[in-house]
């Protein structure tokens, strides 16, 4: 069965503490994999696709990376505004269709001043 | 640029009454749309999705139903809501190979 999981649930971090969120992955064939960000009571927001395995994207202080099995957001001297819930997803081969996605359960970071 | 809305952004709605939820999409043409489930604790869950006016495809067997009456139009309706209806229901159109995603409605069947 294809399946998302997200680690850990919850990450609380002091202002300029950098961590990391991993998203692991066993699906059947990966045709992309997203990053979302999800602020309480909103719609996700778009990060970034990431489609092979060694690829990386970066965007301010965030950065995504790609491995065979699993895809990390690492976290660089975040701030309080980073808090929010990051969720991953993944497209698959044979999918016929962009949107269908398989989202993890997200993974709710809380940044303190 | 392409926008995406939805309505209403919040509603509680008694067992056993209908629903009906609204998107729509400016900016683009012919669009593929989407309706997902984010259920409290759960991950997101697609439910729906439409290449075209009148084409609809479900994913999960449910007490739901939608509909695309327009081009960029896409509803998402009940005729009787139960209690597991209640979660966040977000609809999402695809751009090139992202997804976008609206700013969702909170449903509550109480």
């Known amino acids: 069965e294809d399946q998302v999981t997200q680690s850990p649930e919850a990450l609380r971090l002091q202002e300029g503490e950098s961590s990391s969120l991993n998203c692991s992955y066993t699906v059947s064939g990966l045709r992309g994999l997203f990053w979302y960000r999800q602020d309480p009571g909103k719609g996700p927001e778009f990060l970034f696709t990431?489609?092979?395995a060694g690829e990386e994207k970066e965007k301010e202080r965030l950065k995504a990376t790609l491995t065979k099995k699993e895809s990390f957001l690492h976290i660089t001297a975040p701030k309080p505004e980073d808090s929010a819930t990051y969720l991953c997803?993944?497209?698959?081969?044979?999918?016929?269709?962009?949107?269908?996605?398989?989202f993890g359960q997200g993974t709710t970071l809380q940044v303190k001043p | 640029s392409q926008t995406i809305h939805q309505w209403p952004a919040t509603l509680v709605q008694p067992v056993g009454s209908p629903l009906s939820l609204e998107c729509t999409v400016e900016g683009t043409s012919n669009p593929n749309l989407y309706w997902y489930r984010q259920a409290a604790g759960r991950g997101l869950q697609l439910l729906f999705y439409?290449?075209?006016?009148?084409?609809i495809s479900s994913e999960v067997p449910q007490n739901l139903s939608a509909s695309r009456p327009q081009d960029r139009q896409f509803i998402l309706s009940s005729k009787k809501l139960l209690l597991s209806d209640s979660g966040f229901y977000l609809c999402?159109?695809?751009?090139?190979?992202?997804?976008?995603f609206g700013e969702g409605s909170w449903l509550t069947v109480v």
């Open positions: 997803a993944v497209r698959l081969h044979g999918s016929g269709n962009t949107g269908k996605l398989i």
């Open positions: 439409s290449v075209g006016i009148g084409q």
């Open positions: 990431l489609y092979s």
């Open positions: 999402a159109w695809a751009g090139g190979n992202t997804i976008y």
